[in-house]
Structure formats: C-alpha cells, structure tokens
C-alpha cells in the first residue's frame, strides 16, 4: 500500500525486490490516491520505476478524519475480494494507519515498515499515525536502533521486531547516478555548493501565519548571502496567496529564471524526485520539516537544519549533519552562518543504512509466509 509521495520512495525498492520473487509472493500494489497531483504522484511513480499500481482508491483530499475514513471505506471491499495474508504499510501517513486498522479489524496481518519511530509529540498528527499503526502490526521493520527501543519499551514482543536498514536509503543509493543526469542544476541558474534547499509543508509550521511569517523571514535573510531555492509544497503555496506573502520571495511566480539576481528566496513547483535528489546532493545545506530529508541529508553528508524542536529520526543528530533549530527566526539565522562558516561535514552511514534494507525485509516475509504455509 502506498499513498504519498514519501511511502512512494519507500515502497520503490521494496516493490523491485517482490518482482524478483514473483513466483513465491503474489502482489497487489494499492495506491490511495493521498497525494494526487501529477507533480507528487505520477513524477514519483515514473522517477523510481514503480509500476503502475494495481487498484487505485482515488481518495483524494480532506480532513485528517475525512481522508482516514474514506480510505477505510474504499479499502475494506479490496481486502474482502483478495484476502490477502499480509497488508504491507509505510511510513506515519493517513494511507498507513487507515489502511492498517482497516486489516486489523478483518484479522489481517499487518506489516509496518519503518516501525519504531518516535518525536514523543502527539501534536504530530504523523505520530498518532505511528503508534497506532505500530500497535496493529505483526511484523515491524525499523530503521534505526532507538526504533527497537522504542517498541521494546511499548510492550511490543521482541521476536515481531526486525531491525533491517532504511528502504529510503535503498532507493537513494539506486537512483544517485541517473538524477546526476538531471539539468535542473543548469534550468535554476545553479552552481554546486553555492545554494541551499528549503522544503516545509508541516500544519505546525505553515498553517500558523505568525509561525510561517517568522520562517520566511529568517530564510529570506539568509537568502541575502546564498540563493535558496524552496519547491512548494501546494497547502504552503496555498497560505502564501492567502496571507499576501510574495514579497518575502525573489520571484513573483513558480519559475526560477536563470538570469534572476544570484540571491533571494526563489520558489518553484513541486520536483520530481531525481531532480529534487540532484539539488539535494549539491546543495550547500538544507532547511526542512521532512524526516526522510533529515536521512536522506545524512547519507550524502549535506549539512540539514530542521525546522522543528523534535525529530524521530535521533540517529541523524548521532550523525552530526542534522541539527534541531525549531522556528524562531533568530536561531534559524544563527545556525545558518554557523553551517556557512564552517566545512561541509563527511556522509555518514547508520549501521544497514546500506541498500539492502528491502531485501532484508522481503526475505524475512518470505520466511514467515514459509512458516505459515507449513503450519497449515
């Protein structure tokens, strides 16, 4: 099951692997229709390879409650005509925990991959997504060690936990060579090292108008020394329009001119993920609110300052290429020029941040189906 453009760089690496044992695992890709747009949805599918997927919900967008039950309500016919043994979920989205209590409730196992993960704020909608969805599972895949410690400590039984590496990193390491053939570089005016990347679209940060403006101000100050480059995330752009915010952008609208003035905060559409990984891999550092930038950061050694007072992915501070600068505009300033007077720090590799977090976990199913079959 995938929904979102995160689950969909998720998802890539596993779904490759389940097409080399066609034979011995039978599949059905179900996407939710979470992330709809072509730029979030179709760019992903064909940039990671994943084929199209079998059933499509089309469920579109909504209220955190609106969206959860409609995708209950779509997918719950799917899983009464296939009867699958397993349902395979990714991430902390709406598409996770619907789809997971939905096959909990028809005594379905249920698989989570990415288990474990914790920001201990439940403010977060993503976080009720995770412990819910953790506490339905049967088999939980993690991605780093304070994953297991965190179901360890939740009551969770040791044997359904599987520590296997980071499927988000599977699909980095796979698709580095052929996004280094992307131009975006060149269609944005862009030099290596001499730009940052801005990516926010939490409700926390971009949904409160007095939160959000101090944002941008601090990253239109910072845009006065290097040209940050910031693909819009639709709800965001949304509240720009809303609360007349152009004027903190260098750019009236969503194209980046090349012959623009060599700094400013410049907006553009959402990107592709090969494109979005060439700007990452390049760029002199990294605002965001995403978890999977705080990893993906991590892994090509390109200084990240996250945009929140907390993090479920606590290995990437271990790392030391990702710090927590919350909102206040001052700090963001701040640890931006500490970040530019400093030299770029080395990649880092979490112990099975490897590549083979998906083969890892598709071997484990296969056992488990093994083990079942046999005991029926």
Not at 24 to 29: A, H, N, Q, Y
Not at 210 to 220: D, Q
Not at 258 to 282: I, N
Request: charged share 25%; net charge negative.
């Amino acid at each position: 099951m995938a929904g979102a453009r995160p689950n969909f760089v998720k998802i890539a690496p596993i779904v490759a692997e389940l097409r080399r044992h066609a034979e011995e695992i039978r599949t059905t890709l179900v996407h939710t229709g979470q992330h709809y747009d072509s730029s979030m949805s179709e760019a992903f599918f064909r940039d990671l390879d994943i084929p199209p997927p079998d059933i499509a919900l089309n469920v579109g967008s909504g209220s955190h409650a609106q969206q959860t039950a409609e995708i209950m309500q779509r997918f719950e016919p799917v899983l009464l005509e296939l009867k699958p043994d397993y349902v395979l979920v990714v991430g902390d989205v709406n598409s996770t925990v619907a789809c997971a209590l939905t096959a909990a409730k028809l005594r379905i196992g249920v698989i989570h991959v990415e288990a474990g993960l914790r920001s201990f704020d439940r403010e977060m909608p993503e976080e009720v997504n995770r412990v819910l969805t953790d506490h339905l599972s049967d088999l939980l895949f993690v991605t780093e060690e304070s994953g297991r410690r965190n179901l360890l400590r939740e009551g969770i039984a040791e044997e359904r936990i599987h520590f296997v590496g980071n499927v988000m990193i599977d699909s980095l390491r796979r698709q580095l060579a052929v996004a280094s053939r992307s131009p975006i570089l060149e269609q944005c005016g862009l030099s290596p090292q001499r730009f940052g990347l801005v990516t926010l679209h939490r409700p926390s940060n971009v949904d409160e108008p007095e939160v959000f403006l101090g944002i941008l101000s601090a990253l239109r100050t910072v845009g006065e020394r290097l040209p940050l480059l910031f693909p819009i995330h639709p709800r965001t752009q949304a509240h720009v329009i809303e609360w007349h915010l152009d004027e903190f952008f260098a750019n009236s609208g969503l194209e980046v001119n090349p012959e623009a003035k060599a700094c400013g905060l410049f907006r553009t559409v959402p990107l592709g993920y090969l494109d979005f990984l060439q700007l990452m891999q390049h760029a002199r550092l990294v605002f965001t609110d995403s978890g999977g930038i705080q990893e993906e950061t991590c892994v090509l050694g390109v200084p990240c300052l996250t945009l929140r007072h907390n993090t479920e992915r606590p290995c990437t501070i271990e790392m030391g290429t990702n710090r927590l600068v919350g909102t206040d505009p001052k700090k963001i300033i701040s640890a931006a020029e500490m970040v530019l007077a400093n030299r770029k720090p080395e990649p880092r590799l979490p112990p099975l941040w490897d590549g083979g977090a998906a083969t890892r976990i598709v071997e484990t199913l296969f056992k488990r189906l093994t083990q079942r079959a046999q005991r029926i």
